[in-house]
């Protein structure tokens, strides 16, 4: 995405892709990659977090933000993203799919800054921050960071518009926080399809390492969400964000769980509306949402 642009031209194109070629695409064959590789870098924002003008708050609106539960688990989140992704991106041997990885660690590394910029021009005062290293294996913390991403955004895109909505975020604060929303949104776009194109393009005799590597990758999630709603922390530092145990009650005023859920699932195809349909859904999460609201008078 060219600088010159406009911030809002800068958006659109964000939220609005269409791959060149027409026709139906192969999922794994070597067009997929380059499908889903064009569409994180063409549409990547080349804002500034050091040049955002922060809006002035009102009292009442300043207490409700500082008071969230949720900055050190946010910065920390971003902290461990951005390692995992750039050590992944550097072991990975394709050129454009190199680039496209190493460019979504750089906006993983950005969304700190946005985080951090905002902590201080708020006066919000985080715990220290533990050491980010390297991961041993590069493959596993990608995938991790790439499912919890896929996880969290989703009730994440729900909550940010309930908070919209009920009026906790101020206007000019969601204005200004949008476009890292939406950066999820193209991260996790991204990420679906790289699991489906890295899989299939694996000989068949690899296939279920990378099944049992996957079910690992869910397990330790589920593990550490399980843990954080009982209030666990087994390192001593804050984990993966778990958004909606920590701000749900506080940023929905009030609002049910179908309601949620399906405000989520809204979100979800809104906020992938835009990108070229041949592209793959994250629909694990979206499935299960779908099912529980079923069940939920």
């Given at each position: 995405?060219?600088?010159?642009?406009?911030?809002?031209?800068?958006?659109?194109?964000?939220?609005?892709?269409?791959?060149?070629?027409?026709?139906?695409?192969?999922?794994?064959?070597?067009?997929?990659?380059?499908m889903f590789c064009e569409m994180l870098l063409t549409?990547?924002?080349?804002?500034?977090?050091?040049?955002?003008?922060?809006?002035?708050?009102?009292?009442?609106?300043?207490?409700?933000?500082?008071?969230?539960?949720?900055?050190?688990?946010?910065?920390?989140?971003?902290?461990?993203?951005?390692?995992?992704?750039?050590?992944?991106?550097?072991?990975?041997?394709?050129?454009?799919?190199?680039?496209?990885?190493?460019?979504?660690?750089?906006?993983?590394?950005?969304?700190?800054?946005?985080?951090?910029?905002?902590?201080?021009?708020?006066?919000?005062?985080?715990?220290?921050?533990?050491?980010?290293?390297?991961?041993?294996?590069?493959?596993?913390?990608?995938?991790?960071?790439?499912?919890?991403?896929?996880?969290?955004?989703?009730?994440?895109?729900?909550?940010?518009?309930?908070?919209?909505?009920?009026?906790?975020?101020?206007g000019e604060l969601v204005e200004t926080f949008e476009?890292?929303?939406?950066?999820?949104?193209?991260?996790?776009?991204f990420f679906a399809n790289w699991v489906a194109w890295?899989?299939?393009?694996?000989?068949?005799?690899?296939?279920?390492?990378?099944?049992?590597?996957?079910?690992?990758?869910?397990?330790?999630?589920?593990?550490?969400?399980?843990?954080?709603?009982?209030?666990?922390?087994?390192?001593?530092?804050?984990?993966?964000?778990?958004?909606?145990?920590?701000?749900?009650?506080?940023?929905?005023?009030?609002?049910?769980?179908?309601?949620?859920?399906?405000?989520?699932?809204?979100?979800?195809?809104?906020?992938?509306?835009?990108?070229?349909?041949?592209?793959?859904?994250?629909?694990?999460?979206?499935?299960?949402?779908?099912?529980?609201?079923?069940?939920?008078?």
């Amino acid at each position: 995405m060219s600088d010159t642009l406009t911030p809002a031209e800068a958006d659109h194109a964000m939220r609005h892709w269409s791959y060149g070629s027409t026709g139906k695409i192969q999922i794994g064959s070597l067009q997929h990659k380059r499908m889903f590789c064009e569409m994180l870098l063409t549409t990547h924002n080349p804002y500034k977090p050091a040049v955002i003008d922060w809006p002035a708050l009102a009292p009442a609106a300043l207490r409700r933000i500082t008071s969230l539960p949720i900055w050190d688990i946010a910065v920390q989140t971003e902290g461990r993203a951005s390692i995992r992704v750039s050590t992944y991106a550097a072991s990975v041997h394709d050129p454009l799919l190199r680039e496209a990885i190493t460019m979504n660690g750089a906006e993983e590394a950005r969304h700190k800054i946005v985080l951090s910029k905002l902590v201080q021009a708020y006066g919000i005062e985080l715990a220290p921050e533990p050491p980010y290293p390297a991961p041993d294996d590069a493959l596993r913390a990608w995938m991790l960071t790439g499912y919890s991403e896929c996880i969290d955004s989703f009730f994440a895109f729900g909550l940010f518009e309930a908070a919209k909505q009920t009026g906790y975020f101020p206007g000019e604060l969601v204005e200004t926080f949008e476009p890292v929303i939406q950066e999820e949104a193209r991260h996790i776009l991204f990420f679906a399809n790289w699991v489906a194109w890295y899989r299939r393009s694996l000989p068949w005799y690899k296939r279920p390492w990378f099944f049992m590597k996957t079910a690992s990758v869910w397990f330790s999630l589920i593990r550490d969400r399980i843990s954080l709603a009982r209030g666990f922390d087994t390192s001593g530092a804050a984990q993966d964000m778990n958004f909606p145990a920590n701000v749900g009650d506080s940023v929905g005023g009030g609002i049910s769980a179908k309601a949620l859920i399906e405000l989520c699932l809204t979100e979800n195809e809104r906020r992938m509306g835009g990108y070229d349909a041949r592209l793959l859904r994250p629909t694990t999460v979206p499935w299960l949402a779908g099912i529980a609201r079923r069940f939920i008078k």
